[in-house]
């Protein structure tokens, strides 16, 4: 009909509603162009590490970076109306955030374009004094992750009568997402029974802040946090809490004399790690030498001092050999080589002696000849002298396999004991995460640290981690309705606490699929009298990507796809991932400069907080703007600026709560979240985070006169700065003296009536409250000192209440000291050990090492990270193991996974074998950090070659075939460059310049089974596996998987090997030992097993 | 002379909101009553008025079955109703602030707001429409008031807007939208668009030639 009469169009006159009824109206005026302000044009900078004063933050100008290539001013001048080829001046505002990418929370300033209103770079933030102004590469990639080609621009949901993994989305809105979402949840609590209280999860995979998650279950009264702390850390953990009933060790690298590392981590790629590194560097330019434990030679193994690559997982053998050296030599002037004077005091060896039955078991298991003499401080030194003798350098040689190595433990002892109680060490991945039993690789290590005195957290020893963070982000109560926290909670959840982990150091996350599904095993202890939830009614991970991160993937994908498991799910993501291809709701998060957070991170001796913060909207906020709605400010102005419809969860979830969980606050958790100034809406995040961060004292102090004239001087001294250091210099706090006056003794924050406080028998005080005991400090040489967290207020060498918990053999640092032993204490003896290894082309698979550039999983769209990553995964092999086999440079191998307590086979993935000279004989390594895959790469458009992406850059399309049995996965199409994208253009220029393909690596993890440590109850990572040449038909990333094998692994892990609770127990767990992240009452830990 | 130019800009103005709406965001039940229930509106949606899914369902139904999936797939996943996806040669798409059609709009003291639109960007093909349809309504006031100079200056930045931006990618999308939509009323939609944007290029023109002057123009028409 080309072309319709105009006339045609005139009956557009006769609309029954005038156009402006009609039109959306997006046009207006906007209050931010008018208020750029004049600033003074900044020279060249005299130094490379500049950085503005923070005076300056608000209004900086810099010149172009790219104009400098013509020249720089001296040629062309600033660019003007008058000089138009002049060098362009960006009008900045420096606003202070944080990066989340690692948990390092290392200081950044967002450098925001004021008349775009755009972030231009990240930068460092020299007031961050962990950080010191310094980043790693991920820091400086959060511009490449703000503005993300494939960013998830709007809220999505599951297209209606699709199902789960379908990959049909419809766009949604946060308002309709939280109707949804709030109805479930309310119908959901209503009901108030016990397990209603146990059917919503919330699961944290990277927290990045220090308490705001926690109080979201909390705050519903529900035990229903799960995290990933299970497949990261609660190996070590578990071995810290035994020893100081503390989370982590934290040490003072920049002291230290030595830096005695296992694995990577610290120094290269772990927990802390840049602002570790740049410390650790401090002390080696002072003359600190460095030690790296690891069977592959890492970044930092390969510039160490001196690197000892144990065979993975008896690195406890080389730990105890240390101690049994120090119990029976001396120096060279004839003294003993143990800190007596810290022994004596501070590790709890009184309690041993005088506990006669304990050490009669002892006797029994052989590890001492007879009772000690005595209970003195000399019998004690006298039993452990035996006890550790069996640990010689032979036995060490012979279980480490460092056969042509002697010479390095010789290295190694003259570094330790030259260093003296100035050994620092961060004990957290590798090794006790890896390992069954490889909480006992932590419990040994510290022994080592122990009897130097290294543990005493002086100056350039090690200390732990509670005293160097500040934890606040959940207690911003004070701005709610309520003024106070809520209740501690009455129920508890066997799906994420099962009955046989009753000491697990964290949730059993990475089996909640297994439980989900295990109904033979929900049968069983609802038998026995528990009321175990069969299914979840809503499942929210954060931050998370649990499919492809967790062992055993495809069980997560069958129990996702459940609808009758998981009625609703949703994903607080930043991302794209496979997980989200298997949730009801996509909801996008904001990443470093997005979201507001309070962190805090142990890096060195010091308490300090930082601050993240949406960077958009404290800008705006600064040049006048306001948002319509103070509780969605975040959501308003990351619309405005063209981030897309991106929010945070300290905006979601007070709205959440206020307005549709508990809209008319009949359930009682209203008022957790309304405002306690306008109790009709949702906290605002200055509202929260000024009364939680105004808990600092000296915080508040100095915020209170800067900002005088401000409503929240306290956030907005931290919206200013980022970062604030309450307290430095923070070393052996266990020694502070506690305040006594007339009436009573103050400790942590209360006070106790004299007369309610005992003495026992070891000088320990105690005190009733809540129903139990808890110890408060203790008596030595007639002062009342802090102690440790621990029961006794020292360091526990006997952890009494584990013995107590029926791992009495395992209560004290130990480890097989003859093949005969492997068997008998199977529970702390790797799934890994080289006994287990037969034949020539049986290995151990090193899995869990991270690599410097990437973090699990948000970093996967990052051109810079994804260009500097590529292809650094290969499975490393030793140079003479891959001679024997025949393997060469580049070929495909099929690395089989097999199980050696079940004896079970999981299946294969085809890796690219490198041989190497770095990993040592008979160990494999390939990090589980890398192999990504997408089903789809999203959709055509019709009309063009160029498609829009999924996880574009980082991730290659991957078939998928998976019938409840077995899972398989095969590449189809590797990471191409990219002319199809759509958004941000101005910081997406090169994609066309895409030289990876990314087929290096492959999806392991669901391979793995999961083997769920029967005491700590972490995921121990490292594989036995058996490798072949890869057949004819197979490319490197294929993946075969039988996972109803795999269910039945972690079924035998589960029933072989723990010790679950019975009728005899009253308790589901130590009350003294931490449960993180919901209080309960004792009516929750409370426990009656029918037997 | 008045009468017919007010009806003409009355025209313009309506059909304008309708169309920018319509590519802006998803129907509401609010938008689709208006044009079933509007006979001029709808006989402008010939196949959508014959279309049987709509006799058999409720608007509710209708637009979280049907209308709203075909809009996620129009707008937001299969096609990209930006300007600067379909200029730039590396087909790329300028979001944020540094948009040179949201420049365009600052020059003229029009503040966009994205959030309010949903859009990534100030170029997409509703804000344009709905750029368009706040010039209309200038230009009719001016009339209004008699300003026929300022009416014909602000037709003049009309014809450059349509030339210089709608017309140079529109028509493609509006022919490719027209061939993806899965549903009548965006098929429709498609060609209202497409028609309308080409009718009303000729009626610029046509002032074009006589310089923007409604009197000049007053005076040829009469002498017709």
């Not at chain 1, 557009?12 to 997006?26: L, R």
């Not at chain 1, 709610?480 to 066997?494: F, H, L, S």
């Not at chain 1, 789809?936 to 075939?961: C, N, Q, W």
């Amino acid at each position: 009909m080309y072309l319709q009469s105009r006339r045609t169009f005139l009956k557009g006159a006769a609309f029954s509603v005038a156009g402006v009824a009609i039109a959306k109206g997006v046009f207006a005026t906007d209050a931010v162009a008018e208020s750029i302000e004049n600033s003074k044009f900044t020279n060249t900078p005299d130094t490379i590490s500049f950085y503005p004063n923070q005076s300056e933050w608000d209004n900086f100008q810099e010149l172009d970076g790219d104009d400098w290539k013509r020249g720089g001013i001296e040629r062309h001048g600033v660019a003007s109306a008058e000089n138009e080829d002049g060098i362009q001046v960006n009008n900045f505002m420096l606003v202070p955030t944080v990066c989340s990418n690692c948990e390092a929370g290392c200081g950044l300033t967002a450098w925001v374009n004021k008349d775009t209103m755009t972030v231009r770079k990240y930068m460092g933030n020299p007031l961050h004094t962990g950080s010191r102004g310094r980043n790693c590469a991920k820091g400086y990639a959060v511009t490449s992750q703000m503005y993300d080609p494939d960013r998830i621009p709007f809220p999505l949901k599951r297209a209606p009568g699709s199902k789960r993994g379908e990959g049909k989305w419809i766009r949604t809105t946060w308002d309709e997402a939280m109707s949804t979402i709030g109805k479930k949840m309310h119908d959901t609590l209503k009901v108030g029974d016990e397990i209603s209280k146990k059917s919503i999860m919330y699961h944290v995979g990277r927290p990045n802040e220090n308490g705001f998650g926690h109080r979201v279950p909390h705050s519903l009264g529900i035990d229903g946090y799960n995290s990933h702390t299970n497949i990261c850390s609660a190996g070590a953990r578990q071995g810290t809490i035994q020893w100081a009933n503390d989370d982590r060790n934290s040490p003072d690298w920049a002291n230290a004399e030595l830096i005695f590392l296992q694995s990577s981590h610290a120094a290269d790629a772990g927990h802390y790690f840049q602002q570790s590194a740049g410390l650790i560097a401090d002390a080696r330019k002072r003359g600190a030498k460095m030690v790296v434990l690891d069977p592959r030679m890492s970044n930092s193994a390969g510039m160490a001092d001196l690197w000892i690559p144990c065979w993975p997982g008896t690195e406890t053998a080389l730990y105890l050999y240390l101690a049994n050296r120090v119990l029976h030599e001396k120096d060279k002037n004839g003294d003993d080589l143990v800190a007596h004077d810290f022994v004596k005091e501070w590790v709890n060896w009184d309690r041993l002696l005088a506990n006669k039955e304990y050490l009669q078991k002892m006797v029994g298991y052989g590890y001492i000849s007879k009772m000690p003499a005595g209970d003195t401080y000399e019998d004690f030194i006298e039993l452990v002298k035996e006890l550790y003798a069996p640990y010689t350098k032979e036995m060490v040689i012979r279980e480490c396999k460092l056969e042509g190595m002697e010479h390095k433990l010789d290295a190694l002892w003259e570094m330790y004991i030259d260093a003296g109680d100035k050994i620092a060490t961060y004990i957290w991945r590798a090794g006790p995460i890896a390992h069954r039993g490889g909480w006992m690789i932590a419990r040994s290590a510290f022994l080592s640290l122990v009897v130097r005195g290294a543990l005493r957290g002086d100056i350039g020893g090690t200390s732990f981690h509670h005293w160097h963070e500040i934890s606040v982000a959940g207690k911003g109560d004070k701005a709610t309705v309520a003024g106070e926290r809520p209740a501690k909670v009455d129920v508890w959840n066997e799906l994420a606490w099962p009955p046989e982990y009753p000491l697990s150091s964290y949730e059993m996350s990475h089996i909640l699929p297994h439980l989900l599904m295990d109904e033979e095993w929900q049968e069983k202890w609802t038998k026995k009298g528990l009321k175990v939830p069969k299914k979840l009614s809503v499942w929210f991970p954060r931050m998370y990507n649990p499919v492809w991160i967790n062992p055993d993937g495809f069980r997560w994908i069958e129990a996702l796809k459940r609808e009758d498991k998981i009625e609703l799910s949703f994903n607080l993501s930043p991302t794209w991932s496979e997980t989200n291809w298997y949730c009801d709701y996509i909801l996008p998060v904001g990443l470093a400069g997005e979201r507001n957070d309070q962190q805090s991170t142990p890096s060195k001796p010091e308490q300090r907080i930082e601050f993240r913060q949406a960077v958009l909207r404290v800008a705006a906020e600064k040049m006048g703007w306001k948002a319509k709605d103070p509780t969605r400010a975040t959501l308003e102005a990351h619309m405005k600026y063209g981030l897309g419809e991106i929010w945070e969860e300290s905006e979601f979830f007070p709205n959440l709560m206020v307005h549709h969980v508990d809209p008319d606050g009949s359930l009682g958790i209203r008022k957790y979240w309304a405002s306690k100034k306008d109790p009709s809406r949702a906290v605002t995040v200055p509202e929260y985070f000024d009364a939680a961060m105004s808990l600092l004292p000296r915080l508040k102090e100095t915020a209170d006169k800067m900002y005088k004239d401000e409503e929240f001087p306290v956030y907005s001294y931290m919206r200013d700065h980022g970062a604030w250091t309450e307290k430095t210099n923070v070393y052996k706090p266990q020694e502070e003296e506690l305040k006594v006056d007339s009436e009573y003794v103050y400790a942590h924050g209360k006070k106790y009536a004299k007369h309610h406080v005992k003495k026992d028998q070891f000088g320990a005080l105690w005190v009733e409250h809540d129903g139990r005991k808890h110890s408060i400090g203790i008596i030595s040489d007639d002062k009342v000192l802090a102690g440790f967290h621990t029961l006794s207020k020292k360091l526990e060498f006997f952890s009494e209440w584990f013995a107590e918990w029926k791992w009495p053999e395992y209560a004290i640092p130990i480890y097989p000291r003859n093949e005969s032993e492997y068997k008998k204490m199977e529970h702390i003896v790797t799934q890994v050990h080289h006994s287990f290894m037969k034949a020539p082309n049986e290995f151990a698979l090193n899995t869990v090492f991270r690599l410097p550039y990437n973090i699990h999983t948000r970093s996967v769209n990052s051109k810079h990270l994804m260009e500097i990553s590529q292809n650094h995964n290969p499975v490393w092999i030793y140079t003479k193991d891959a001679e024997k086999l025949g393997i060469k440079r580049g070929d495909a191998i099929r690395v089989k996974v097999t199980d050696t307590v079940s004896g079970l086979d999981s299946g294969y993935f085809v890796g690219m074998a490198v041989p190497t000279e770095a990993t040592r004989p008979g160990v494999l390594a390939c990090s589980h950090h890398a192999g990504r895959w997408k089903l789809k790469d999203s959709v055509s458009v019709p009309g063009f070659e160029h498609k829009l992406g999924i996880m574009g850059v980082g991730a290659p399309r991957y078939d998928m075939t998976n019938d409840g049995k077995v899972g398989t996965l095969k590449p189809v199409e590797g990471i191409k460059p990219r002319h199809d994208v759509w958004q941000f253009k101005e910081y997406n220029k090169d994609l066309d310049n895409i030289w990876w393909d990314g087929l290096s690596g492959a999806w392991q993890n669901a391979v793995a089974p999961s083997h769920p440590d029967p005491i700590a109850g972490n995921h121990a990572w490292h594989l036995k596996v058996i490798i072949e040449k890869a057949k004819a038909d197979d490319v490197i990333g294929d993946i075969y998987v039988d996972y109803e094998n795999n269910f039945k692994v972690y079924q035998a892990w589960r029933d072989e090997l723990t010790r679950p609770l019975d009728h005899t127990d009253k308790l589901r767990r130590p009350q003294h030992i931490k449960r993180p992240a919901v209080p309960l009452s004792n009516k929750a830990y409370a426990v009656e097993i029918k037997a | 002379m008045q009468d017919n130019l007010l009806t003409e800009q009355s025209a313009r103005i309506n059909i304008y909101a309708l169309i920018s709406r319509i590519m802006m965001n998803e129907v509401d039940e609010k938008l689709l009553e208006l044009i079933i229930n509007d006979e001029n509106i709808l006989s402008f949606f010939p196949e959508f008025f014959k279309w049987d899914k709509r006799q058999g369902m409720s608007n509710k139904d209708l637009i979280e079955q049907y209308l709203n999936v075909d809009f996620t797939n129009l707008f937001l996943l299969h096609m990209i109703p930006y300007e600067s996806f379909y200029r730039r040669e590396d087909q790329q798409m300028e979001t944020g602030g540094d948009n040179p059609v949201q420049t365009l709009y600052n020059s003229f003291d029009f503040r966009v707001e994205l959030d309010e639109a949903r859009v990534m960007a100030a170029d997409h093909i509703g804000v344009e429409l709905e750029f368009m349809y706040k010039l209309c309504e200038s230009e009719s006031k001016a009339l209004v008031d008699g300003e026929y100079k300022i009416a014909g200056e602000i037709a003049e930045i009309e014809y450059n807007f349509l030339k210089n931006h709608i017309l140079e990618w529109a028509p493609i999308f509006l022919l490719n939208m027209k061939s993806e939509a899965g549903t009548a009323l965006y098929h429709d939609a498609a060609d209202l668009a497409l028609e309308f944007i080409l009718s009303d290029f000729e009626y610029l023109s046509q002032l074009k030639e006589n310089s923007f002057s409604y009197e000049k123009l007053g005076r040829k028409n009469n002498g017709h």
